[in-house]
Structure formats: structure tokens, C-alpha cells
């Protein structure tokens, strides 16, 4: 998502925002997010030595998508970001599909992973003012969209808020979540173990939300903590599409491969919207070949699922949907061989 999905990377003492998939505005602002505000990074998530992904459907989380759905929130990429279709009715709508900088409200649950309903939305209210936030752990959410949005824009928060407390998003049945975890820990983790540790995604939690669209989310916080990473992704596009979930976080964890080839690519840079939608393919086809390494036996499930969501009832192929692109794949060829070596 956005700035040619580029990984953004904030080098202080405190915190990198490395691998947050930011628009080109919201990008730039989120790497000035000031130190008193990275303080507050411990607080993200709680501790996890020793765990792996962790898959969630957190109320909250549900909710702030369920809102930025009834907007129709956009962003840069080559998929949706609501699951809805059509344009939205709210005058809300309008208001922040104005400015790119409103981008950075599609990582504000990932930005507060351990909030409630009442809190998450309390903190948004709190970022449309001066005051300190009411809650310690909210202090990076609430300094984050301080920094990337004017005053002006601030003034949408708490209508956008008021959206999030009453929204009514699909609720998750916890026996999904215990399958995709339960074929994420015995299929897919053991295969991947390899990449991910090169990748510093040995484990965190993957957030699950009805109303996110195939274009998904992927926040890392802290980078000497393998374990602070999440990714937010959707439900499963259609009947028979099971897996969705999984094969969507399989292609957000090509996200940083991907963001590396591209900055070594000049002409990235110089078109930073067509590069938005080239590496959002070109995340597609990472993962494609990931899998054809590591887990074959879930390749052409995943193929499917990119098909479905690129072009639902057509008939074109994924070659032809997902070709590799040619600035890119000689370096990602080199990188997967080198991260990933086929067993």
C-alpha cells in the first residue's frame, strides 16, 4: 500500500517505522513522528517471547474498518481497501478522500493493537485536540496522527470516531480463527520459518476484518523484537476461498522484499503512484513464488485466491493478471533464492 509500498524506516534510538505501508504524504510525515512519541512503542503490544503469528479479530480493530468501509477510505494500490463496492453516501466521504494524508487511518488499529472500542475511538478524539491522550498506551497513536494531519484535518476524527462506536462490523466465530491458526502453525509457519526469520517476521498477530478489502495492512514497531508485527487482512473473498486469510498474510510479508527492490529501482521514486500499484502486483507475484519454493502444495490455492480478487468471474490467468514486472523480478529472483532456498 502506497509510496510504491515502500518500507518506511525512522532510525533513532527509540523505534523504526520500518515496513509500514504508507501513501507518499502520509510516508514522509510518519518518518517525523517525534521522539517523546516513540517512547511510547513498548506500549504497542504485550510482551510475546516466544510466540508466533498470533491470528485476532479484535472489536476494535472490526469496528475502525467497519467505519472506514462506510466511507469507502481509499489508498494506493493495484486492490480495494473496504469490501464494499460502490461510492459511499457520507458527506464524511468526501472530507478525507481530499487529501492522501488521511491514508494513515488505515494502520490506526495496528497502531493500537491492545485497544478496546471505547479507547481506540477515545484516542482518535483525543488526536483532533491539544490535550494529553486519556490513555498511556494511546500516546503513539494519538502522536502519529497528530504528526501526519493538520489541524484542519483533525477536525474529521471525531465524526469519523462517532462512525467507528456505532458501527456494527460482521463478527469473526472463533472456530474460524482457531482453523487459520491451527493450518497457519502445521502448514504454512514451518515452511516459511526460513524467510520469515530473514525477514525479522518470526511472529506477531495477524488481525482479521470483515470489512477490509484484499488490500492489507503490515505495521512493524520495534526491530531489535522480532515478534512486534502485525498485519491486518480480510475475510475470505467468496464461497470456497476457505484460506483467503492465510495466502493474503503470505503476500504482506512479501511486502518488505519487495519494498527492496523497489528502492533500488530509480524510476520507482520518480512515479510514486504507478509505483503503488506495481508493487502491490508485484506482492502477488513474491508470494506465488515463495510458495512455489517453499510450500508447493499451497501454490495454486493461492494462485486462485489472487485471481478471485483481481478478477472475480473472468477469466484471465495469473501469469496474465500477475506478470512478473521487469524493473523488479531479477532482484527479487536474487533476494527469494538468497532468503529462501528451496528445500
Not at 23 to 37: E, R
Not at 79 to 93: E, I, K, M, Q, V
Not at 124 to 142: G, H, K, M
Not at 151 to 179: H, K, M, Q, T
Amino acid at each position: 500500500m502506497g509510496a510504491g509500498n515502500h518500507i518506511c524506516v525512522l532510525t533513532n534510538t527509540v523505534i523504526q517505522f520500518r515496513r509500514s505501508r504508507l501513501g507518499p504524504l502520509a510516508l514522509s510525515v510518519a518518518l517525523s513522528v517525534a521522539l517523546s512519541v516513540a517512547l511510547s512503542v513498548a506500549l504497542l503490544v504485550p510482551a510475546m517471547a516466544g510466540a508466533q503469528w498470533r491470528f485476532t479479530a479484535p472489536e476494535a480493530a472490526g469496528a475502525w474498518y467497519a467505519a472506514l468501509d462506510s466511507v469507502r477510505l481509499d489508498g494506493a494500490g493495484a486492490f480495494p481497501f473496504h469490501r464494499s463496492a460502490g461510492p459511499s453516501t457520507r458527506a464524511l466521504a468526501r472530507t478525507l478522500a481530499a487529501s492522501p494524508r488521511f491514508e494513515i487511518l488505515h494502520f490506526v488499529p495496528l497502531y493500537y493493537p491492545s485497544a478496546t472500542r471505547e479507547s481506540l475511538t477515545g484516542a482518535v478524539r483525543d488526536a483532533a485536540t491539544t490535550a494529553e491522550p486519556r490513555q498511556p498506551r494511546a500516546q503513539f497513536l494519538v502522536g502519529a496522527l497528530r504528526r501526519a494531519l493538520s489541524a484542519g484535518d483533525r477536525a474529521a476524527l471525531p465524526a469519523l470516531a462517532e462512525l467507528a462506536g456505532s458501527a456494527n462490523p460482521v463478527l469473526i466465530p472463533v472456530a474460524r480463527l482457531d482453523r487459520w491458526q491451527q493450518q497457519w502453525d502445521t502448514r504454512f509457519a514451518p515452511a516459511l520459518a526460513r524467510y520469515l526469520a530473514g525477514e525479522r517476521l518470526d511472529g506477531g498477530v495477524v488481525i482479521v476484518a470483515d470489512a477490509l478489502g484484499p488490500e492489507g495492512r503490515l505495521f512493524a514497531g520495534v526491530p531489535a523484537d522480532r515478534h512486534d508485527n502485525l498485519i491486518a487482512v480480510g475475510t475470505p473473498l467468496a464461497a470456497g476461498d476457505d484460506d483467503g486469510p492465510l495466502f493474503a498474510v503470505v503476500r504482506e510479508a512479501c511486502f518488505p522484499l519487495v519494498s527492496r527492490a523497489a528502492d533500488a529501482t530509480p524510476a520507482f521514486a520518480r512515479e510514486p503512484a504507478a509505483a503503488a500499484r506495481r508493487t502491490s502486483l508485484a506482492a502477488v507475484r513474491c508470494g506465488a513464488d515463495l510458495l512455489d519454493k517453499l510450500l508447493p502444495a499451497e501454490a495454486g490455492a493461492y494462485r486462485a485466491h489472487w485471481r478471485l480478487a483481481a478478477d472475480a468471474g473472468g477469466t484471465r490467468t495469473f501469469d496474465t493478471l500477475f506478470p512478473p514486472d521487469p524493473a523488479l523480478a531479477p532482484r527479487l529472483r536474487t533476494l527469494l533464492d538468497k532468503l529462501a532456498p528451496a528445500p
